[in-house]
């Protein structure tokens, strides 16, 4: 399994990016996939997930209604779309993926099996 993220960049408050995360061996039926994000000095931040079979996705709350989450199976390609961007939104995001997670350990960073190398998002005006 093979993870990279890409698509992250410098942006204005209020404005939006859209994530890349291009994956190999994860078969959307058997892998759970997700995003999260980590500030300098703070730990890893669960952001977003989708179970596999394209279950309805989950999302920390902060983000709820401004990031969106999705994954196009046909090109092995995990998304995250990011409106309304804040200062606090500023973090390295990676993209991680796993066969065995369960619905309660989304959250926790350690039960995830693949990372990304992770992409540097700034919202800075």
């Known amino acids: 399994v093979q993870l990279q993220a890409s698509g992250g960049g410098l942006v204005q408050p209020r404005g939006s990016l859209r994530l890349t995360c291009a994956t190999s061996?994860?078969?959307?039926?058997?892998?759970?996939t997700g995003w999260f994000r980590q500030a300098p000095g703070k730990e890893r931040e669960f952001v977003a997930a989708?179970?596999?079979?394209?279950?309805?996705?989950f999302y920390e709350d902060s983000v709820k209604g401004r990031f969106t989450i999705s994954r196009d199976n046909a090109k092995s390609t995990l998304y995250l779309q990011m409106n309304s961007l804040q200062p606090e939104d500023t973090a390295v995001y990676y993209c991680?993926?796993?066969?065995?997670?369960?619905?309660?350990?989304?959250?926790?960073?350690?039960?995830?099996?693949?990372w990304g190398q992770g992409t540097q998002v700034t919202v800075s005006s």
């Open positions: 061996g994860v078969t959307p039926d058997h892998y759970a």
């Open positions: 991680t993926a796993s066969r065995t997670i369960i619905l309660s350990s989304l959250r926790v960073p350690s039960s995830w099996n693949y």
């Open positions: 989708i179970k596999w079979g394209n279950s309805n996705p």
